[in-house]
């Protein structure tokens, strides 16, 4: 228990000996052949990663002045590819939680862009259905997309063959 720990007079010399070896460990990894020339941030994951976002921040740019969210979209673009869904097919579909789904159609219902019916013969299945305005704004925001799109692949591409070029030079 207590007796282990050590006494205040004792701690400044402990703290110390602890704060050596964390710095005498951190020099001999920065000795490291390979850690000397290791960038996290050149993995293929790290890459992918920020290529993600970077797409995500364009997406929100298209889709923003249509008076859009990602949710939002990302329903609007479900039904686009699927046509009418039930919500559980929503959810399959975006890989969003229940309750951004839920929140999305409410908003898109108020916006116009889509509508909710229930099944004749279960009230408890409603099948969701974009408006011909929810179209529109679908098309709008996808032509911009896939514009934007190409474009980041086409430099990823001009890069990838540059990185090649210097592979193999």
Excluded at 59 to 81: D, F, M, S
Excluded at 104 to 127: E, F, M, P, S
Excluded at 158 to 169: Q, T, Y
């Amino acid at each position: 228990g207590y007796s282990n720990r050590p006494l205040p007079s004792d701690l400044e010399q402990f703290t110390d000996q602890h704060r050596q070896e964390d710095l005498d460990a951190f020099e001999k990894m920065k000795q490291s052949e390979f850690l000397s020339d290791f960038d996290p941030y050149s993995t293929p994951p790290s890459i992918i990663a920020r290529l993600n976002s970077h797409f995500q921040t364009i997406v929100a740019g298209c889709i923003k002045p249509l008076g859009l969210i990602v949710p939002e979209w990302r329903i609007l673009a479900t039904l686009a590819k699927f046509g009418p869904c039930s919500v559980n097919d929503i959810v399959d579909g975006t890989k969003l939680p229940q309750s951004t789904v839920s929140r999305g159609i409410l908003n898109l219902i108020k916006k116009d862009l889509i509508t909710k019916r229930q099944r004749k013969k279960d009230n408890r299945y409603a099948v969701l259905e974009m408006t011909e305005q929810g179209l529109q704004k679908c098309e709008s925001a996808s032509r911009e997309i896939t514009k934007q799109s190409r474009e980041i692949l086409n430099e990823l591409e001009e890069n990838v063959m540059g990185l090649n070029a210097e592979i193999w030079l």
